[in-house]
């Protein structure tokens, strides 16, 4: 992969954050995890947020990686709130 800009796409706890990456490995994206707490950790430092992280893709992806997290974003607000 050449130089590009990232998007965010995601933000949210660690359990859901990987949920989205494996779906997105499945079509074949690469995401980039940006994890505040486990940076701030190997620095010494705290973090009042543990687990959250937010994930990034390629401008190029984008356009793929979209319906995925919709979809993802459908499937845990079904988890969250089932009938």
Partial sequence: MND???VKIFSGSFVYAQMIINRLEEVGIRAVVKDES???RL???GSPIQGFQDIFVSEEELTKAIPI???AKSDLE???NPD
């Fill in 4 to 6: 590009t800009n990232y």
């Fill in 38 to 40: 486990e940076s701030g």
């Fill in 43 to 45: 620095a010494g430092f």
């Fill in 69 to 71: 997290i919709e979809i």
């Fill in 78 to 80: 079904a988890e969250k």
